[in-house]
């Protein structure tokens, strides 16, 4: 199991973004992707997560109406689409996969999600 996450870079404030989260090894379609990020000196924070089917998405209340979660289970790819960036969105961001089966009609935590990729670092600038 393999996510890799890119996309990072450095955007002024007002801006948008989109960052991707290329999986391989297995089946997109029975696991829940989540992004998460970590600011420095701050916990690592889930951000989105979006089921397999992808008919069931959770927002942290920090990204609600700016952030968007989709996935192309037939190119094996989840996006994570950012507009209204601000300061405070500059972090390390990852993907991470969970088993849909194991987490059923829960709410995933960030202790679920057990296969994580690399980060990729994106600055907001004021």
């Known amino acids: 199991v393999q996510l890799q996450a890119s996309g990072g870079g450095l955007v002024q404030a007002g801006g948008s973004l989109r960052l991707s989260c290329a999986v391989s090894?297995?089946?997109?379609?029975?696991?829940?992707i989540g992004w998460f990020r970590q600011a420095p000196g701050k916990e690592r924070e889930g951000v989105l997560y979006?089921?397999?089917?992808?008919?069931?998405?959770y927002y942290a209340d920090s990204v609600k109406g700016r952030f968007t979660i989709s996935r192309d289970n037939a190119k094996n790819m989840v996006y994570l689409e950012m507009n209204s960036l601000k300061p405070e969105d500059t972090a390390v961001y990852y993907c991470?996969?969970?088993?849909?089966?194991?987490?059923?009609?829960?709410?995933?935590?960030?202790?679920?999600?057990?296969?994580w990729g690399q980060g990729t670092q994106f600055t907001v600038s004021s």
């Open positions: 991470a996969a969970a088993d849909d089966e194991e987490i059923g009609s829960t709410i995933p935590t960030t202790s679920d999600f057990d296969s």
């Open positions: 090894g297995f089946t997109l379609d029975y696991y829940y």
């Open positions: 979006i089921n397999g089917s992808g008919g069931s998405t």
